[in-house]
Structures are given as C-alpha cells and as structure tokens.
C-alpha cells in the first residue's frame, strides 16, 4: 500500500470548490460548521476566514 500525501491547501479557490462540493454531497444549502484542520502558511488565514465569512453571508440570503 502506498502512502497517501495530504494537500493542505488555504486558497480562496481551493476552500470554494470544497465548500460546494461539500454541499453537493450532502444535498444541503448551507454549511453548519467548517473547520480549517491545517493552516495554509503560503496565504494568510484571514484570506480564507474573510471567504468564508462571505461565503456564509451568501448562503443566508
């Protein structure tokens, strides 16, 4: 069995397809919780938390 390699990635682009995906999956219109388990030293955290601030507020209207 090979390895797997875990890609941490904190991009606004990156979290945006999961985020929709995620919805996809679940067949749901808006996301409870989510949980950034690694941070994405490349880009700075508040880029993604800022996305994902919007990304809330877009859901609730």
Do not use: N
């Amino acid at each position: 069995m090979e390895p797997t390699q875990v890609v941490v990635k904190g991009t606004v682009e990156y979290v945006r397809s999961y985020c929709e995906a995620s919805l996809k999956r679940l067949g749901m219109d808006y996301i409870d919780l989510y949980y950034i388990h690694w941070i994405y030293t490349s880009r700075p955290i508040e880029e993604t938390v800022s996305f994902l601030f919007i990304f809330a507020i877009y859901q609730c209207t």
